[in-house]
């Protein structure tokens, strides 16, 4: 269906806009001032059943009052939170950018100064019409191929604006050109002057070369080289982009023009866009940026991982995450939003999530005592019914503050302690291409450690005589497994490093580090022979018959050990619904969503929406909803198809119980000059169109298919529960 054309006058079939139902709700006896409160605290900006709940009492107001502030510091903790998460992963992205900027500022910097040995042009001689040289070498430009890896162009809109910034930095003249202005649409001529408006003040209609020859020759843009960045090679049009490479080729010696230019599938890509006459005028120069997985690992170590902002989130939302990293083609913008939208349904769900930014605090202690005391005692005793505190051995309902501090607070030390310890597993599972979240989705699953810690008395009989067997502990286990074995293997020099990184991990944690530089210290001797690129089945087999264990063995047994005793899933400690969001189906139907659903639980009920008094949430069907509401509501007693004609039936019915004085004939008294005037009663035509109008609502919206012509009688479901 083709869109309707610009100059198209506007009529109901294509002015097509959002809109939202209204209706005149019915007289309330609140007053007018209570009414007018009730609607300005019933807008929050997040939902929150349970406190909602507690407002029952003859303290309303004060409730109310008490609702409004929490849901203040609920929002500024989000903002604090997000705000400190926003800026490590905006650290983090720079810092794996960082690498590529600095190749891209030295190429940029050798391509210059290749350009000036062949010749340095005097002012003069740049403003001249003609080119100075006119050896095929010297009409080359110097053009960077950076390879993004990304299949959504949405990563590289961050990467090449920073790229931008850093090169700029540094002395170079910076222009940028879009997919967009390199266009049939705009020609050369439009994508010239494009480019000219980003470097002059002053930009005449006829852009000419001679316009950025004069701006060059200026004292304070001269000797810079000029970068053009075309963020997005595949999606400009090769006709375009070749003729301004063939205008630019031939000043290059007097303007110094350089092309910094995106793919994103293959180098070759150039080749397949541009022709080979212009493929000539280019030198090329292939870099290529980090790939989605290395970012996606970066990020989930700083964010997830490392205790950033004190806010986590469940196995279930990690794994959805995750899953929804790879539909979206290893989109880090989509991973980031995502995460964002789980940190703010947290925040607004969660009474007590504006603890969480204790975290951050230097007293933690003292300001989680002062927090919790100034709570009311009903959000206090809201905090000791917690689900992770039902079962506590250490709940104390005599002394819910100390109990609090102490669970938040051994919340903050688990943080510290798990994140050393995945890290080592991560260390030892990049020699064998595991990827980071892999390892924390495990780590955090319930169900996998509560196994894990069943067998793991018996994993040092395993590890021992594994390796007499011939048979990896592993297979066919998770990750963590999959690391265990993969530490039995490593070569002798990588191990040693594996350990120095292990010291770094652990520090702070003195048992543990203990036992690691002793592992260190025990390197000499037998064990610093072995070969590097085999697995040492011969030398494990007599070392294991001499009685003396491998030192792979023991670093297997460590890591082991130190993983059964402190990673554990933070679904197992008291308190974590303060820091941990758990519900993934807030998160998924906010990011999948499911329209047709979420139209008909909207129709269902109204009055959520409208907050009116006259539309009563029941089983009944109010008069006073909108007709479509009606509609969906009365179709909701029928199965796979509807009869039309008792759907309008009962529709007539339910819309004229609402008015029954409608039903009476009503008489105007003739002694009365100026009596006022009575509303029409609606007749069976309007009736009918108002059926029609609801019914087809319905249609657009997905709820309901109309009639066929086999069976005209007969309107079939699509939504179906409530």
């Not at 500022?105 to 003069?124: A, C, D, G, Y």
Request: aromatic fraction near 6%; hydrophobic fraction near 40%; charged fraction near 20%.
């Amino acid at each position: 269906m083709s869109a309707p054309p610009c100059d198209a006058p506007l009529t109901a079939a294509n002015n097509i806009q959002p809109f939202v139902v209204l209706h005149k709700a019915a007289v309330s006896s609140v007053p007018s001032s209570q009414s007018r409160r009730q609607v300005q605290t019933s807008q929050p900006s997040s939902p929150n059943p349970k406190p909602a709940k507690r407002c029952d009492d003859p303290a309303g107001e004060e409730c109310e009052d008490d609702g409004e502030l929490y849901e203040q510091l609920r929002i500024e903790a989000f903002h604090r939170t997000w705000s400190r998460i926003q800026a490590t992963i905006d650290k983090v992205l720079r810092d794996i950018n960082l690498k590529l900027f600095d190749q891209v500022l030295q190429w940029v910097k050798e391509s210059f100064s290749s350009v000036r040995s062949i010749t340095r042009p005097h002012h003069m001689e740049v403003q001249q019409p003609y080119p100075l040289l006119t050896d095929a070498i010297c009409t080359r430009i110097p053009t960077a191929f950076v390879l993004t890896k990304n299949v959504e162009f949405v990563d590289d809109i961050t990467t090449f604006r920073d790229l931008a910034g850093h090169l700029e930095s540094n002395g170079c003249h910076i222009a940028k050109l879009s997919a967009a202005e390199l266009s049939p649409k705009h020609g050369v001529g439009g994508c010239f002057r494009s480019l000219l408006r980003q470097l002059l003040h002053d930009v005449s209609d006829v852009a000419d070369v001679s316009a950025l020859a004069s701006w060059y020759c200026e004292a304070e843009n001269f000797d810079q080289p000029i970068i053009v960045i075309i963020d997005d090679l595949e999606q400009c049009s090769g006709d375009v982009l070749g003729e301004l490479v063939m205008m630019l080729s031939e000043w290059v010696i007097k303007i110094p023009v350089f092309f910094v230019m995106g793919i994103a599938t293959t180098l070759d890509a150039p080749k397949k866009l541009l022709s080979s006459e212009a493929l000539q005028r280019l030198e090329l120069c292939k870099l290529t940026l980090g790939s989605p997985s290395d970012r996606l690992n970066a990020l989930v170590e700083a964010v997830l991982v490392k205790p950033c902002a004190g806010f986590c989130i469940s196995h279930e939302v990690a794994m959805f995450l995750r899953n929804y990293f790879f539909r979206h083609d290893g989109t880090i913008t989509s991973f980031i939003s995502a995460l964002k939208l789980a940190c703010s349904k947290h925040f607004s769900m969660e009474p007590l999530s504006f603890l969480c930014i204790g975290m951050l605090e230097a007293d933690c202690e003292e300001f989680w005592r002062d927090k919790f005391e100034a709570l009311p005692q009903a959000i206090q005793k809201y905090a000791s019914g917690l689900p992770s505190c039902t079962n506590s051995s250490a709940k104390n309902s005599n002394n819910s503050s100390k109990n609090m501090v102490e669970g938040l607070s051994r919340l903050l030390k688990w943080q510290k302690e798990w994140s050393s310890v995945l890290l080592c597993l991560y260390e030892v599972g990049r020699y064998d291409k595991v990827q980071l979240l892999d390892i924390f989705c495990e780590a955090i699953n319930p169900d996998v450690q509560s196994e894990d810690a069943s067998n793991s008395c018996m994993f040092i009989s395993k590890v021992t005589h594994g390796n007499l067997l011939g048979v990896k502990s592993g297979s066919g286990k998770g990750f963590i497994a999959q690391v265990m074995d993969t530490i039995r293997y490593l070569p002798m020099e990588i191990l040693l490093h594996v350990l120095e990184v292990w010291s770094i991990h652990l520090k702070g944690m003195g048992e543990i580090n203990d036992k690691v530089k002793e592992l260190l210290s025990t390197t000499t001797g037998a064990d610093s022979g072995r070969a590097t690129k085999e697995k040492w089945s011969r030398t494990s087999t007599n070392s294991i018959g001499n009685g003396t264990v491998p030192l792979n063995e023991k670093a297997a047994a460590l890591l082991q050990d130190v993983t059964r005793k402190i990673l554990v899933p933070v679904e197992f400690l008291p308190f974590h619904e303060i820091i941990c969001f758990k519900n993934v189906g807030v998160l998924q139907s906010a990011l999948i969503g499911n329209p047709r659903r979420m139209v008909q639980l909207d129709l269902l009920e109204p009055q959520t929406h409208l907050k009116c008094s006259c539309c009563r949430s029941g089983t009944a069907v109010s008069g006073s909803m909108h007709d479509t509401s009606i509609m969906c509501s009365l179709a909701q007693e029928y199965g796979d198809v509807i009869n039309l004609h008792d759907w309008y039936i009962a529709f007539e019915g339910t819309i004229k119980s609402a008015n029954p004085k409608a039903k009476r004939k009503v008489y105007s008294s003739p002694s009365k000059k100026k009596s006022k005037p009575t509303p029409p009663v609606e007749g069976e035509a309007m009736v009918q169109a108002r059926f029609c109008r609801a019914a087809t609502e319905m249609q657009i919206s997905g709820l309901v298919r109309m009639p066929s012509k086999r069976r005209p009688d007969l309107a079939q479901r699509i939504t179906f529960g409530p």
